[in-house]
């Protein structure tokens, strides 16, 4: 595996992780830890800046005049940083409802 293929898995990779520390980031939230939360957070930035680092070279390289073929492992990739992106908004939003809701319980 070589040049584009090689990319788009990267950005595939990158992004995974990036939800799954999201994910985990929200699970933390719920059950109090508000520490753990943010560095899963943070974790789940750097993976998805990795990504995006990754995309950014495609794009460089088509505005070049590089001819990229737009298969279906690239179209996978970006779907995939989208999704990551949305589950970023949706962490961001349930961490803080979690703090809310456990603030109410707290009075």
């Not at 520390?21 to 993976?47: C, H, I, N, Q, T």
């Not at 950014?56 to 992106?85: F, K, P, T």
């Amino acid at each position: 595996m070589e040049g584009l293929e090689l990319i788009c898995f990267n950005i595939i990779s990158s992004v995974g992780m990036a939800k799954s520390s999201y994910v985990e980031a929200m699970r933390a939230a719920a059950k109090g830890d508000y520490p753990l939360s943010e560095e899963k957070m943070k974790e789940g930035d750097d993976f998805y800046s990795k990504g995006h680092d990754a995309h950014l070279e495609l794009l460089s390289r088509e505005a070049n005049g590089e001819a990229l073929d737009a298969g279906v492992i690239l179209m996978h990739a970006e779907d995939q940083m989208m999704a990551a992106e949305v589950v970023r908004l949706m962490a961001e939003e349930n961490i803080k409802m979690s703090k809310k809701i456990q603030a109410l319980e707290a009075k």
